[in-house]
């Protein structure tokens, strides 16, 4: 099945800084989320971006699907921001998603 | 509109147990999915629903566990005779389609 590779592992900021956080991925993908998975556990969606780029506030993503790698951006980044990001795909094959292992992101006062 | 909604947040069970847990999808959402996330890692497929079709089931890990979607809306994830190792939060997620998937808050299962 499809691999999914996130980098890196953990971040650790000062608020106001930014950010780059990378999804790479073993196989042509038809889905892609990012998520923000806050301290409570809850999944929140970003985006949903299985090509091209979106902006959405101080956050924003890329994907190239040709070269298998998506990018999250995050910029003056603020202690709420704090958590674990994760991407997830789909492959053609089926409608689940496969996760990544996930960035943890602490964000210091 | 509502999110999806699960039910219940936190269950404790003894080891031997079966127990049952609900997910509320999106009013309108045809597809349904079962995850697992295990402490530390990211979620792990379980099973999907196309209304009420199991159209795949791969992700489940034992005969122990079973989900069922009979209406095409709330959906079930049982799980009989409880293991240690079945401690986890489970996940559900509904989507319009073939696309962006949203998720509940989850259930967290402890198993003693």
């Known amino acids: 099945g499809i691999q999914v590779e996130q980098s890196p592992p953990d971040l650790i900021l000062q608020e106001g800084a930014n950010s780059t956080l990378r999804c790479n991925f073993s196989?042509?993908?038809?889905?892609l989320q990012w998520f923000h998975q806050n301290p409570w556990g809850q999944l929140i969606n970003l985006f949903y971006?299985?090509?091209g780029t979106k902006q959405n506030g101080r956050l924003s993503a890329t994907t190239v699907a040709t070269e298998r790698y998506s990018l999250l951006y995050i910029s003056s980044s603020q202690t709420t921001d704090s958590g674990v990001y994760f991407c997830?795909?789909?492959?053609?094959?089926?409608?689940?998603?496969?996760f990544g292992p996930g960035t943890r992101l602490s964000v210091l006062p | 509109g509502a999110g999806v909604s699960q039910s219940p947040r936190y269950k404790v069970a003894k080891r031997g147990q079966d127990v049952a847990l609900r997910c509320d999808p999106i009013?309108?959402?045809?597809?349904l999915f079962w995850y697992q996330q295990a402490l530390g890692q990211g979620p792990e497929f379980l099973t999907y629903?196309?209304?009420?079709?199991?159209?795949?089931k791969s992700g489940l890990p034992s005969d122990r566990f079973f989900a069922e979607r009979p209406e095409g809306s709330v959906s079930t994830l049982k799980i009989q005779r409880t293991q240690q190792e079945d401690s986890a939060v489970y996940l559900c997620?509904?989507?319009?389609?073939?696309?962006?998937?949203?998720f509940g808050p989850g259930t967290r299962l402890t198993v003693t």
């Open positions: 009013s309108g959402h045809v597809s």
């Open positions: 196989d042509s993908v038809n889905n």
């Open positions: 971006i299985p090509s």
């Open positions: 629903f196309q209304n009420e079709a199991q159209l795949d």
């Open positions: 997620a509904s989507s319009p389609g073939f696309s962006e998937q949203y």
């Open positions: 997830a795909v789909g492959d053609n094959y089926g409608q689940n998603f496969v």
